[in-house]
């Protein structure tokens, strides 16, 4: 999450506090500053891993998942989904670094 993002979150709840605001609307501005999760390609998923610089094993340590995960996705056998897919999200967009 960007600072510029953390900086109207907290904002939004400071507003909230005093009373200028609902529950139900600092819940919606929540749930719009969520990352947005579409599945990703094998090439996408190999990119990912080659930005980062990294083997298959140590995307799977960062990922909590087998190398034989990180296998079949990268070569299209499955899709990754749920947490997975939500972390592979944050790491294209921010890199490794954002899910370490």
């Known amino acids: 999450m960007s600072n510029l993002l953390k900086s109207l979150q907290k904002d939004m709840t ?3 506090e005093a009373g200028l605001i609902s529950d139900t609307t600092l819940r919606d ?16 998923i190999k990119l990912i891993r080659a930005e980062n610089h990294v083997s298959q094993s140590v995307l799977a340590k960062y ?16 899709q990754p989904s749920g947490a997975a ?16």
């Not at 034989?68 to 299209?76: A, P």
């Not at 897919?85 to 370490?100: H, T, W």
């Open 29 to 44: 501005f929540n749930e719009a500053c969520l990352t947005e999760v579409s599945p990703l390609s094998a090439a996408e």
């Open 14 to 16: 400071s507003l909230k």
């Open 85 to 100: 897919l939500k972390l592979l999200v944050l790491a294209k967009e921010n890199g490794l670094d954002a899910i370490a």
């Open 63 to 78: 990922l909590n998942m087998s190398t034989e995960s990180v296998q079949k996705w990268e070569r299209g056998e499955k």
